[in-house]
């Protein structure tokens, strides 16, 4: 029975339905908007009296009401709901404005009176109840085991004609007929010649429903024709589509309650039954079937007359399985001990050296480092944390190697307990840390942007620059000459305003991040400004000279000479020679591209150059008496 809390407001106590009622109610409504708009038009027009009806109705008899729902419109050629039509026959015409509404009533503890007794006052006293809210709205009961006894002789129409309807309240039971029912004629359709029976279990069957029950389905396939495949692909393949067709009549019905199948088939099942598998007797014993080709009833009967017995073999194996699932408890505790617990706190712990900028050490390795660097360098951890770490560490290890032979659950508990302490402050360490790295990376972005307007400010001319200089000469020579675009001086006062603002511990995590976004695009342009420059000016240094009908090259970087003797060949002959204080060249030696570009690196300003007269006598003696000076190449 659903829970009511009770609250006021101006006119006094009203009640609430729970969270369940509110899960239950949150689903209908989902169930709802699946409707056909004429269906859903005509639910909003009646739903006013319907909520009379059900508060009315729930008041009187409220442990007993499992579902209600509004049934569809009979079809022109159909006289009556079907729920009517096994009692009566209607030969009047079919009143259009008729509002049939099924309410599923829970006969389970009914001892008083027979089954159908209770059906007929319960539909009596709420015909009564129905025409005082609307002469038009016509209720019919339906007793929950008539509905099975329907599912047991193989009728189905009641089960069609729930999958149909509206749900106006429900306690978990209409859904599953609903969810269950569609789901069992999409598999029909596709594997009828395949299907022996499918069966509702579990929870819902077992007079335990909830509004959040799972919905437990059993479908078992016949195997014993198959040729084309193995019965183990037969059953693999099958159930694949089968769970896919149950997450589809999910969405089709709106209903979130998950659908439990489980796929058997038939010899298997047999096997099971033969071996006394108390699943599939529980099954035998509380299923319906929806659909069943007369196995799944046979087998029925035969267990409720007592013919199905487990063997004495089954007895044995079931005396002995208790036995081996105590052991299977004893190692699952170790497998704890030793491996889940163990790396539930040794892989954070490597993931805090790491963020720390430590590469993962080695597991034995993990608590010295994390003491070393943690506790005693840094002192944002305490001991107490290591030794829980060491304790679980030691652990593992006297498992591992025979030392400790049992854990009991006492000191599993123990464990987690303390793991869980253990994580909690791993995780704060984890924030100390971010916390330590964006202050340096704050440090890190403003000393990179200080040096590398340094060093443009000296391509340009200027040697010295003091700190409270920068941003004036930065915007006088490159801001204001237009050689930097405007928004460069903007994103330069910010980072200057967010080191001031770390200098004052007043740097928020989004200020850091955006300094960062903004700094690397202000490094990456001037770092492109200064390559540039530099590659203007090593430009200005070469010598471009033509011999013959090829041409050569003379780089003069600082006190040095680089030869390049044919530019258009594809192995490049390189040379080199000191510039003497004349400006001619010394001895010539081999040298290679990988040096020059060492050479070229090395100058971050290429320097002045000024050719002197001597090196021009030199240029012919490398590259001969023929040799021509080419200018504005």
């Known amino acids: 029975m659903a829970k009511k809390t009770k609250k006021y407001d101006k006119k006094g106590p009203v009640e609430k339905p729970d969270m369940k009622e509110s899960s239950a109610a949150l689903r209908e409504k989902v169930a709802l908007e699946k409707l056909p708009k004429d269906v859903q038009e005509k639910l909003k027009s009646i739903k006013t009296k319907l909520d009379k009806f059900q508060k009315r109705v729930l008041e009187k008899f409220d442990k007993y009401i499992m579902g209600m729902t509004l049934l569809p419109p009979p079809k022109p050629d159909q006289k009556q709901p079907a729920v009517q039509q096994h009692t009566e026959v209607q030969k009047q015409p079919v009143d259009k404005d008729k509002i049939n509404v099924l309410v599923l009533v829970d006969d389970s503890d009914s001892r008083k009176m027979s089954k159908f007794e ?255 660097i943690f506790v005693q360098k840094e002192k944002l951890l305490e001991e107490k944390y290591i030794k829980i770490l060491e304790k679980i560490i030691d652990t593992r290890k006297s498992i591992e190697h025979g030392e400790k032979k049992e854990i009991t659950g006492k000191e599993i508990d123990e464990l987690l307990g303390e793991s869980d302490k253990y994580l909690k402050r791993i995780k704060r360490l984890f924030t100390q840390i971010e916390k330590i790295k964006e202050e340096e990376d704050m440090l890190k972005v403003y000393e990179t942007i200080v040096t590398i307007i340094r060093d443009v400010l000296r391509i340009e001319g200027i040697e010295k620059v003091e700190d409270e200089e920068i941003v004036k000469l930065f915007e006088d020579k490159l801001i204001s000459q237009g050689k930097l675009p405007v928004k460069f001086l903007r994103i330069l006062n910010e980072i200057i305003k967010a080191k001031k603002d770390y200098d004052d511990k007043k740097l928020t995590r989004i200020e850091v991040e955006k300094v960062k976004k903004d700094s690397n695009e202000f490094i990456k342009f001037l770092v492109e400004y200064i390559q540039r420059k530099r590659g203007r000016e090593i430009e200005r240094a070469k010598i471009r000279v033509k011999h013959g009908n090829r041409y050569g090259e003379v780089i003069l970087l600082g006190k040095e000479a680089f030869i390049i003797h044919d530019i258009d060949h594809e192995e490049k002959e390189l040379s080199k020679a000191k510039i003497k204080e004349d400006g001619s060249l010394g001895t010539t030696q081999k040298s290679s591209l990988e040096e020059l570009e060492k050479a070229l690196a090395k100058v971050k300003i290429p320097p002045k150059v000024f050719i002197k007269e001597p090196i021009f006598e030199d240029l012919k003696s490398i590259f001969g008496k023929d040799v021509e000076i080419l200018v504005n190449y």
């Not at 029976?197 to 198959?226: E, F, H, M, N």
């Open 118 to 372: 209770l059906k007929d006052k319960l539909t009596s006293i709420m015909k009564n109840i129905a025409r005082e809210i609307d002469k038009n709205l016509t209720p019919q009961a339906l007793i929950l085991s008539e509905l099975w006894q329907n599912c047991y002789d193989g009728k189905s129409e009641m089960l069609q004609l729930i999958s149909l309807s509206a749900p106006i309240f429900d306690r978990g039971m209409l859904a599953a007929i609903k969810i269950a029912e569609v789901h069992k004629t999409m598999v029909l359709k596709k594997f009828e010649k395949y299907i022996v029976s499918y069966v509702l279990a579990g929870s819902l069957v077992q007079g335990r429903a909830t509004p959040t029950s799972d919905i437990d389905v059993w479908i078992v396939i016949d195997d014993t024709d198959v040729k084309k495949m193995t019965r183990a692909e037969l059953k693999d393949k099958l159930r694949a589509i089968i769970i896919g067709m149950g997450i589809e009549a999910g969405e089709l019905t709106g209903i979130k309650n998950k659908l439990n199948i489980q796929v058997y088939i038939l010899t298997d099942f047999w096997d099971s039954l033969r071996e006394a598998n108390p699943i599939i007797f529980t099954l035998l014993r509380d299923g319906v079937p929806f659909y069943d080709r007369g196995i799944f009833m046979a087998w029925k009967q035969l267990l409720k007359m007592g013919k199905i017995k487990p063997s004495a073999e089954a007895i044995d194996m079931f005396m002995g399985s208790g036995e081996q699932m105590l052991k299977r408890v004893a190692l699952k505790l170790k497998d704890i001990g030793m491996e889940d617990i163990y790396y539930a706190i040794l892989t954070p712990s490597q993931a805090a050296l790491m963020l720390h900028g430590i590469p993962p050490p080695a597991p034995k390795e993990t608590a010295t480092l994390m003491r070393e």
